[in-house]
């Protein structure tokens, strides 16, 4: 089993919510009202992880996210996973970090102060509505182990898998290859996302796996039906 360690982005479309209150003043905050739907579904959210967006007034490179997160991990200023993400809601993009591990609201604000130590201005852009569909683009570095040819599972992210697809996909073509995978699917149903992997120098889709108890057998059979759907499609 070889590891390696990769960028990429994961591209997905989310229900969010706004997080008005244990937030500093004015600023945007989002949290995921439905993680990972295609596994969980409608679930009680104690059933399900927690995910918050804090959004930033500009668009910071993903060297200096990853530089800041790390130094506050030395620092034990936090002890969760956070990842550079752009979020486009009706057209404007979003700069932002997503966090993963947030045991419930009320660490948001001491996340949000402890970024702005560190120099990053926090977003106060006024928005009206309280609900919002986003596009999501989260960028960041994978460590994935290879269990098998163009099959990789996550080293630090449980129940995530990932395997590769033959041709490079636009988003409109995932979601329409998404959708007749998912119709056509009579297995134990999973949650999937679209990736771009860097691999031996060049970006290759990829399609997410999340569910529980994932073997690569079972990875294996969701990514022969994608590539049936995906030969009628071309």
Same mark, same amino acid.
């Given at each position: *089993? ?5 960028? &990429? ?5 989310? @229900? ?27 679930? @009680? ?25 790390? *130094? *506050? ?32 609201? &009320?660490?948001? *604000? ?11 201005? $926090? ?6 509505? $309280? ?37 490079? $996909?636009? =988003? ?12 056509? =699917? ?14 031996? &120098? ?11 108890? $994932? ?20």
């Amino acid at each position: *089993m070889d590891n390696v360690e990769l960028h &990429g982005n994961l591209f997905k479309r989310e @229900s969010l919510n706004r997080v008005l209150e244990n937030i500093v003043s004015e600023t945007m905050v989002f949290e995921v009202i439905n993680p990972f739907y295609g596994y969980y579904g409608d679930k @009680s959210k104690a059933n399900t992880p927690l995910y918050f967006y804090i959004m930033f007034a500009k668009n910071y490179p993903l060297s200096c996210i990853e530089n800041t997160i790390e *130094m *506050m991990k030395v620092a034990q200023l936090i002890n969760l996973d956070a990842v550079k993400v752009l979020l486009n809601i009706s057209g404007r993009e979003y700069c932002g970090i997503r966090l993963r591990g947030v045991e419930g609201h &009320g660490k948001i *604000m001491e996340l949000q102060e402890c970024f702005e130590r560190y120099g990053y201005e $926090l977003s106060k852009k006024k928005l009206r509505d $309280l609900t919002f569909e986003a596009n999501v683009e989260v960028d960041k570095f994978f460590e994935l182990s290879e269990v098998s040819e163009d099959i990789y599972f996550d080293n630090t992210e449980n129940n995530h898998a990932y395997f590769v697809l033959p041709s490079f $996909l636009k =988003w409109k073509e995932f979601e329409r290859l998404d959708r007749q995978a998912h119709l056509n =699917w009579e297995g134990l149903n999973f949650d999937s996302a679209l990736c771009a992997l860097r691999l031996n &120098g060049v970006y290759r889709s990829a399609i997410r796996i999340y569910r529980k108890s $994932l073997t690569p057998e079972f990875v294996n059979e969701v990514k022969h039906s994608y590539e049936r759907k995906l030969m009628f499609m071309q």
